[in-house]
């Protein structure tokens, strides 16, 4: 019997390449209606003039520290290389091949369709590189797909993994990681430190809209806690990286750095909502926020790695994917709806707007 052609394409936001990509890709990001719900004409204004300013100031000078661009594609091509190790060793009866379609900077979908058409799969499987749904992050994947798809005739069967805050290979991957940075502070520092799960925020208006994304936060953050198996561990989660005028949810980061200076404790920060590192951990957590702490006397900072190409949470991602061979549909990474019925914008409840 013929082996099975699996195509696995791999979602993530994306990032500049180099300092002349920095005010396009902010551009592609402000003009998502998704961010931005403006109409047309509007969010085109506003994109522009963000795209200019942030690509002259605080994006340039983030990127800056980065050598003028994101090591987020590179870091997602190393979680493929191990993802497809990972399919290897489960499974020899299909052939798999990955590929990473990038929402606002190259590879962007509409490339990544058209190559997934030339390899003519049997199958379609899509994974976010976000464990918790966003309508921001993963929708916006998916509605990007779908249209492209449509518009390059790309007909597979395809089955989503939409969401999996609660997968046991990315709590326990994280937990390690918690366990060993916070090991090391309590070492160095002869006092219990405070574990800060650090989200990126969102306005407080689209979570009022029923988008899941803060309660799945949540819910990861409380599971990860738990799993470090640490006795009376001191833990609260935060959101960093706030922009513009709109009320966002919280507490924010910084807030959270007040009050552990307040109290005298030493921070471990995990980016709990991010999968691999790039801009928002490396600069704004190890450098910018490292800054900040310092200024207010919090001089015991400890960030947490991501999860990345851990071994553990790797092989969560390949057992999700096994799951949904020969599947079709949107699902949870447990194949029913997590979110309590109250976010109307659950993907799964939306799904029918979604599914192609």
């Known amino acids: ?128 590189l976000y464990p918790q749904f966003s309508t921001t992050t993963t929708r916006s994947s998916l509605q990007t797909w779908k249209k492209m798809a449509k518009k390059f005739d790309l007909k597979k069967p395809t089955a989503t993994v939409c969401c999996y805050p609660w997968d046991e290979g990315f709590i326990t991957a994280s937990a390690e990681n918690v366990k060993k940075i916070y090991a090391l502070a309590k070492k160095e520092t002869n006092k219990a430190p405070r574990v800060l799960f650090s989200a ?11 988008d899941p994304y803060q309660w799945q936060c949540e819910q990861s953050a409380e599971k990860i806690a738990e799993a470090t198996g640490i006795k009376d561990l001191d833990w609260q ?27 005298k404790v030493p921070v471990v920060i995990l980016p709990h909502a991010f999968t691999q590192e790039h801009v928002e951990t490396l600069v704004e957590i190890e450098i910018e926020y490292r800054e900040e702490a310092e200024k207010m006397g919090l001089h015991d900072f400890y960030r947490v790695p991501v999860v990345g190409t851990n071994e553990i949470f790797i092989g969560g991602l390949a057992d999700m994917i096994m799951a949904r061979i020969g599947d079709t549909g949107i699902k949870s990474d447990v194949g029913a709806p997590l979110c309590p019925s109250g976010y109307k914008e659950c993907c799964m409840r939306q799904a029918h707007k979604l599914e192609f």
């Open 1 to 128: 019997m013929s082996k099975k052609k699996i195509a696995i394409v791999l979602m993530n936001l994306g990032g500049p390449d180099k300092a002349e990509s920095i005010k396009p890709f902010l551009f592609n990001f402000f003009m998502d209606k998704n961010i931005i719900g403006a109409p047309l004409p509007i969010r085109f204004a506003v994109a522009k003039l963000i795209s200019i300013r942030r690509s002259k100031r605080e994006a340039g000078d983030s990127y800056g520290e980065l050598g003028d661009k994101s090591p987020l594609l590179e870091n997602t091509g190393k979680q493929a290389d191990e993802l497809l190790k990972a399919l290897q060793k489960k499974s020899k009866d299909n052939d798999y091949k990955i590929f990473i379609a990038m929402r606002y900077w190259h590879p962007m979908t509409d490339e990544v369709v058209q190559n997934v058409k030339a390899y003519d799969p049997d199958q379609v499987i899509i994974m976010p």
């Open 200 to 210: 990126h925020g969102l306005p407080e208006k689209i979570i009022k809209k029923g």
């Open 237 to 263: 989660i935060c959101y960093q990286s706030r922009v513009g005028p709109l009320k966002w949810i919280g507490p924010s980061t910084e807030e959270a750095l007040h009050k552990a200076a307040h109290d």
